[in-house]
């Protein structure tokens, strides 16, 4: 007892911190999910029971959804997560040129909502395809169900994988893999005893967070699944078209349950190990490969990948200003003056909500991960869980729960621009956690204990030990945040108001009225947003001082 | 070092001010920036303005709000959802409306929301002159236009398989079709409902509709979750054949699908009629029955002939736009909307469990 109360002495902060960390945590998290938990035992007319759920599991299609989810879920994962590692390691590893176009390239797919993706993809290999019928004459190609899909989900989850593998790679101290080296090791030798064993807990991340996407993923399902049912769409499809809420709720704690099982075993088989190899001692700059096969094959890699990224998204800005793909090809304006003249406000709001839910999806991503990794407090596991668990649970269901739980006073939310910067905050955070986390299980905590047995209080080792290290995983996270806000579209479909309106509303607006000239200016202008606040992040970078100091 | 400490501080600025955005608003006193504050519960002026959630296209609805503030003086905001999205939001918000009326979008939602209750009755002065069939007795909802079915094929599509447009529910089920024909889901989509109710008043009897769902189930390429969406396919050639209104097909073809040819079915065929209502416990009810007086108007029901919509008016003194497909000219169904939307989610349900296995 006497431990705990010198600890509260030396950091009288940290409790109120954890406190009010769990607090928000408590209020957008949890207490929606509940108001969901009790309305799936609730039916419309009041009467309590296990309706929802017979129904789901009486309808024989909830299981072939639940089926198809984690299909779809393992192969969008497995093929993201690899491709995303060899994009990271060509990054941190291989001198190759264009790194800069990579780079954009792999962040490219974020930063337009996903079913953008999914309608190029039906322009691109549909049945009036660009590459199928024009370039290779195929009569019927059919782009709608599983191979779409995967194909689809890869190409827009696959940088947060690079984001988050990214960062943790370029932070892998050379010391070590240069002693194997001079230590007579090849340097597949290395990679596979060094590298590879080091990355296991990105790899893991990465693997867990796209994962849990594809399972979430309700956009592309809808624009490209085909009659490729999964559970994602189901539950959107009860709550939202059956008006059946309670079936719609039923279905959500199932795979939310799903998630939690997978995000349990994962945690079981990384979070046995640590990995240190930021010490505190200076280390030097990481020798480069050259040249050789190695770098002509995972050069060669990257460029395929990013000429069909580009091929993806040089149709968006192109069909822009084509009056009708495929039908009729004369250029035209009427798409933009269509969007300045209707979609003004959503452009403004969208922009500013973002705006505000950034640095605090940031932040408080990376408090909670310093949380997580470095202090030790009654219910932090609970912390863990709650804090992951929002991105388990699919939007839709995410915006049903916050207009259930914040319809009533003392928490009357419901139209305001609170509610979708909760929303916002709660649907970004997770990826910052996991980067946060990534890096910080790197850093020796005896650095910080040097701080402190120098004196420094936790808030000072946090801003000036802490931060510092973890700096490329923040911003990583904060360019994150802002996409994510940015091109939100199934929670916050049910928070959009007449006060606040949403560009990923009118697009899917748009998609859904096959105006593709409209939302491909939607989404142009949204692309250009995205460009300028990339660089003005990367100023900020670089103006804060890129280069680390070295003692 | 100056920069260091300077930076340190503005760090933890910056983390006091995010948990206290973040979580000051639990205490429920907000602080958020960029908000006008949390006017929800301040008393509204007679001048108030009016939130409208409507239920067709966009464009449409830009446009009509745009022209009731014209004609009325009253401001409005507006936001644009489906049919589905609009009864999930009210049914969620009825402990605290944030809006005052609901606009379009097919009248069988609003029968559902009337039985739970969510909406307020009006009827209007105006609303004795639309038809009987076109309203609510008790005025709960008042129908503000009609559109039929009708079938979208693409052109080329028919001369490379050397058909003829299809004219009956009976001809979709030609063997030429066979992964050729797309319509909505019926779940998430009112004009699918509509559709699924048609064949079964058609075809004479639930079973013998349900009969002929399950056959036309191996034709169906896909179920599209949005009503319209199938126009788009069929335009651009991914389908051969589509289901959907008749008056969606027609802005396809006026948007350059040239493709796109209509078809009605001469078996019968039903229409969706497109409703309007006031939403319960609404703080602005003068002003919001103004807006159904207005919308109920000619000058409000003319509005979507300006921008493409081509749907039939319900108000006998409005003139509907040229080119839309009179329900006198074809051959309707008795399109029962109440027991439509009764009938709703048991028919909806069987369907899915007994057609899309």
């Given at each position: ?102 780079n954009g390239?792999?962040i490219l797919?974020v930063i ?363 911003f990583s996270?904060l360019v994150n945040?802002f996409v994510?806000?940015m ?40 692309i250009l947003i995205m460009i300028v606040a990339l660089i003005l992040l990367n100023l900020l970078v ?10 | ?357």
């Open positions: 007892m006497s431990a705990m109360f010198k600890r509260f002495k030396r950091e009288p902060l940290l409790p109120i911190l954890i406190v009010l960390v769990m607090l928000c945590l408590l209020v957008f998290i949890v207490y929606p999910l509940f108001q969901i938990a009790k309305s799936s035992f609730v039916g419309s007319t009041g009467e309590v029971g296990l309706q929802g759920y017979q129904r789901v599991l009486s309808g024989g299609g909830l299981f072939h959804a639940l089926v198809n989810s984690l299909v779809l879920a393992i192969l969008t994962a497995t093929l993201s997560t690899v491709i995303a590692y060899v994009f990271a390691y060509t990054f941190a590893y291989v001198k190759v040129p264009f790194k800069k176009l990579f390239i792999a797919p337009s909502p996903p079913f953008v993706i999914a309608l190029s993809a039906m322009l691109l290999l549909g049945k009036q395809g660009l590459i199928t019928k024009n370039l290779l004459g195929l009569e019927n190609a059919n782009i709608y169900g599983l191979h779409g899909l995967v194909l689809v989900q890869t190409l827009s989850f696959f940088p947060i994988a690079f984001l988050t593998l990214s960062g943790l790679l370029r932070s892998i101290s050379p010391s070590l893999e240069e002693a194997s080296q001079n230590l007579g090791a090849s340097r597949l030798k290395t990679f596979l005893s060094v590298t590879l064993p080091l990355s296991v807990p990105g790899i893991a991340n990465a693997f867990l967070l796209v994962f849990v996407q594809s399972l979430a993923d309700f956009g592309n399902p809808m624009t490209i699944g085909g009659n490729y049912s999964t559970v994602a769409r189901e539950i959107y499809l009860q709550a939202v078209g059956s008006y059946n809420l309670q079936a719609g709720a039923a279905l959500a704690m199932v795979l939310l349950t799903v998630t939690i099982i997978v995000y349990i075993l994962q945690n079981f088989w990384v979070g046995k190990k640590s990995y240190v190899t930021v010490t505190g001692k200076p280390t030097g700059q990481r020798r480069m490969i050259e040249s050789g096969a190695v770098k002509h094959g995972l050069f060669t890699f990257c460029m395929i990948m990013s000429i069909a990224v580009i091929a993806f998204y040089a149709l968006v800005p192109i069909g822009s200003f084509i009056k009708l793909w495929g039908i009729n090809n004369s250029l035209t304006l009427d798409h933009y003056k269509y969007v300045f003249s209707i979609g003004q406000k959503a452009i403004k709001d969208t922009l500013t909500l973002a705006i505000v839910a950034t640095p605090i999806a940031g932040l408080l991503g990376m408090i909670i991960a310093f949380l997580i990794v470095r202090k030790r407090f009654f219910g932090k596991k609970a912390l863990e869980v709650i804090s992951m668990l929002s991105i388990a649970v699919p939007g839709t269901v995410i915006g049903i729960g916050y207009i259930l739980a914040f319809n009533k006073a003392p928490l009357a939310l419901t139209g305001t621009g609170i509610i979708i910067v909760a929303a916002f905050v709660i649907r970004s955070m997770p990826v910052g956690i996991r980067s946060g986390v990534a890096a910080l299980q790197q850093i020796d905590p005896s650095i910080e204990e040097a701080a402190t047995n120098l004196g420094a209080s936790g808030s000072k080792v946090f801003t000036s030990v802490v931060l510092p290290l973890i700096k490329s995983a923040f996270g945040s994510k806000s091109t939100a579209m199934s929670a916050i479909i049910f928070l959009i108001s007449a006060k606040y309106n949403l560009i990923t509303a009118s697009i899917l607006a748009q998609v859904e009225a096959g105006r593709i000239g409209v939302a491909s200016a939607y989404c142009t202008i949204l670089k103006w804060m001082g890129g280069k680390e100091q070295s003692a | 070092m100056a920069m260091k400490k300077w930076m340190s501080s503005i760090t933890a600025l910056t983390m006091a001010a995010v948990l206290f955005t973040g979580c000051g608003s639990t205490g429920g006193n907000s602080a958020a920036p960029a908000n006008n504050g949390g006017q929800d519960a301040a008393p509204e002026k007679p001048q108030g303005k009016l939130t409208v959630y409507v239920g067709f296209q966009e464009d449409h609805a830009v446009a009509a709000i745009k022209k009731f503030t014209e004609d009325t003086g009253i401001q409005a905001s507006m936001i644009r959802m489906s049919g589905g999205e609009i009864l999930a939001k009210v049914r969620a918000e009825q402990g605290n409306p944030q809006a005052d009326v609901w606009y379009g979008g097919p009248a069988d939602t609003f029968v559902q929301a009337t039985a739970e209750e969510l909406l307020q009755p009006y009827t209007s002065p105006i609303a004795e002159k639309i038809d009987a069939k076109y309203k609510d007795p008790d005025g709960n909802w008042t129908g503000i236009y009609v559109g039929a079915l009708g079938f979208a094929s693409n052109k080329e599509f028919l001369a490379k398989k050397g058909l003829e447009a299809p004219k009956t529910w009976e001809d979709l089920l030609n063997p030429a079709y066979k992964g050729e024909i797309v319509m909505a889901d019926p779940a998430s989509s009112g004009t699918a409902y509509t559709a699924m109710y048609t064949v079964l008043k058609v075809m004479g009897s639930e079973e013998k509709g349900f009969e002929y769902l399950s056959k036309l189930h191996p034709q169906i390429q896909q179920y599209t979750t949005s009503g319209s969406a199938p126009g788009r396919m069929v335009g651009m050639g991914e389908a051969g054949v589509g289901v959907l209104f008749a008056h969606d097909v027609i802005k396809y073809q006026e948007e350059g699908f040239d493709s796109l040819e209509l078809t009605i079915p001469e078996d019968g065929t039903g229409y969706e009629t497109g409703a309007i209502g006031i939403i319960k416990n609404t703080k602005n009810e003068e002003l919001a029955q103004k807006f159904v007086d207005w919308a109920l108007s000619p000058a409000g029901q003319e509005v979507g002939k300006t921008v493409g919509s081509y749907q039939n008016l319900t108000n006998p003194d409005a003139v509907g736009p040229e080119k839309a497909v009179k329900l006198s000219d074809i051959n309707t169904i008795d399109y029962d909307v109440v027991e439509a939307g009764k009938e709703r989610q048991r028919l909806i349900d069987k369907w899915s469990v007994e057609v899309k296995k």
